[in-house]
């Protein structure tokens, strides 16, 4: 278990719905990282947040947002779903920056019908 | 651009054996990382290596960094079944601080 926590698990909605993607970072972890895994794509970095500012900006869509809370958790939001959104979406979490490791969490698998 | 590139992308091998998985980059760069994935779960943090001629050991799995070269490699030892896993670099750069990871070897041990 790497301290990282995601929620849902599993998330099946359908074209052109709106979901948010829910994630804990370990504790005392100040930056939050979002990975999108697919068959086609690989991993990409999307987006990361430190202690609650958008810090990088990857290959995000731009139905696609995000935000971290003065809690620390953070929310990946996905809008006007499309078939090929359907994939495994990673929060990885680290102290600073990227100069100590990253954990990631377990994933939420988004299926879109 | 920020490339990653591995190879293989899939390894079968025997137990017992050797081998090595390579990790080329395209930008400068002296932060790399090595990860572990099995299938349908999450990514395990297996070696973070922070400068240049860097070597870490775990177990049967050695990772080392030439950044000069812009190459990493991870060596196992005497493979076993339990390594069979998806074995994924990432490199930190672009401007940017996420991960951009290669697109993984899948390595299957057979006994």
């Known amino acids: 278990d790497s301290g990282v926590t995601q929620t849902p698990k599993h998330l099946i909605t359908a074209t052109g719905q709106r979901v948010t993607l829910r994630c804990s970072p370990r504790?005392?972890?100040?930056?939050v990282y979002w990975y999108q895994q697919s068959l086609d794509q690989g991993l990409q970095f999307l987006i990361q947040?430190?202690?609650?500012?958008?810090?990088a900006k990857g290959n995000i869509l731009e139905r696609f947002s995000a935000q971290q809370f003065p809690d620390l958790h953070s929310e990946l939001n996905l809008s006007s779903l499309e078939l090929g959104d359907s994939a495994l979406y990673f929060c990885?979490?680290?102290?600073?920056?990227?100069?100590?490791?990253?954990?990631f969490g377990q994933g939420t698998r988004l299926t879109v019908v | 651009e920020l490339k990653v590139e591995q190879n293989p992308l899939f390894l079968s091998m025997q137990e017992g054996k050797n081998y090595t998985i390579y990790c080329n980059y395209s930008t400068t760069s002296d932060r790399l990382y090595w990860y572990r994935q099995d299938p349908g779960k999450s990514l395990e943090s297996l070696f973070v290596l922070l400068s240049n001629g860097a070597v870490k050991q775990e177990g049967r799995l050695m990772a080392s960094l030439d950044t000069k070269a812009r190459l990493s490699t991870l060596h196992i030892t005497a493979a076993v079944h339990d390594l069979s896993a998806t074995y994924f670099c990432?490199?930190?750069?672009?401007?940017?601080?996420?991960?951009?990871f290669g697109k993984g070897t899948h390595l299957i041990i057979q006994p």
């Open positions: 990885a979490s680290s102290v600073e920056t990227l100069n100590t490791e990253a954990f």
């Open positions: 990432a490199v930190v750069g672009g401007g940017a601080d996420g991960l951009t």
């Open positions: 947040y430190y202690n609650g500012e958008e810090r």
């Open positions: 504790s005392g972890d100040l930056s």
